[in-house]
T-cell receptor, first 117, second 115 residues
Framework: GAVVSQHPSRVICKSGTSVKIECRSL??????MFWYRQFPKQSLMLMAT?????????EQGVEKDKFLINHASLTLSTLTVTSAHPEDSSFYIC?????????????FGNGTRLTVT | AQSVTQLDSHVSVSEGTPVLLRCNYS??????LFWYVQHPNKGLQLLLK??????LVKGINGFEAEFKKSETSFHLTKPSAHMSDAAEYFC?????????????FGTGTLLAVQP
């Protein structure tokens, strides 16, 4: 079946540094990928929609200059948390849709636990 | 506007007893509804989905859910809980226009299974 790989699974970084998270669709092409953020004991919140070959679409309240998204190929989207601060510590999850219809199932990565010290 | 409400933040059952996780939705059009499960520090796995076909939807691992339009509900059930079912469960509705890129998640229900 379809698999979405997310890397790294865990990362600890110092305040002020940048962290890149990769999301790959392993056996299908994904023109659209999605990035979610999950705070402890809370639900997932959509941060942005990553579109292959064009700019990402950010949800209201998400700083596009802080959370840089690049979708350079049909199988890879990256999320870079720039100048990370402790409040950016969270669980980030990506997802990808194999097809283009609203009915297409989403496949989720296993998430990245970011801790900023 | 589209939204889902998961009525219980925590549910605890004994192994072998039935599971009921409640979800109510609000949608201005015919929604697609999903249940996802998340084990600790893992991504989400799709349990089942409703997309305007049969109202009783069967999913993986013995779970099923029934879409009840009159009650705007999509409760998740399983006849007999297993220890491995302990996880967090999310009820999800598609956003405006039914696009999968606008999934709206409920706040989750943490299921504990006691031996």
């Amino acid at each position: 079946g379809a698999v979405v790989s997310q890397h790294p699974s865990r990362v600890i970084c110092k305040s002020g540094t940048s962290v890149k998270i990769e999301c790959r669709s392993l056996d299908f092409q994904a023109t659209t990928m999605f990035w979610y953020r999950q705070f402890p004991k809370q639900s997932l919140m959509l941060m942005a929609t990553s579109n292959e070959g064009s700019k990402a679409t950010y949800e209201q309240g998400v700083e596009k200059d802080k959370f840089l998204i690049n979708h350079a190929s049909l199988t890879l989207s990256t999320l870079t948390v720039t100048s990370a601060h402790p409040e950016d510590s969270s669980f980030y999850i990506c997802s990808a849709s194999r097809g283009g219809s609203y009915n297409s199932p989403l496949h989720f990565g296993n998430g990245t636990r970011l801790t900023v010290t | 506007a589209q939204s889902v409400t998961q009525l219980d933040s925590h549910v605890s059952v004994s192994e072998g007893t039935p599971v009921l996780l409640r979800c109510n939705y609000s949608s201005s059009y015919s929604p697609s509804l999903f249940w996802y499960v998340q084990h600790p520090n893992k991504g989400l796995q799709l349990l089942l989905k409703y997309t305007s076909a049969a109202t009783l939807v069967k999913g993986i691992n013995g779970f099923e859910a029934e879409f009840k339009k009159s009650e705007t509900s999509f409760h998740l059930t399983k006849p007999s809980a297993h220890m491995s079912d302990a996880a967090e469960y999310f009820c999800v509705v598609t956003g405006f226009g039914g696009a999968t890129n606008k999934l709206i998640f409920g706040t989750g229900t943490l299921l504990a299974v006691q031996p």
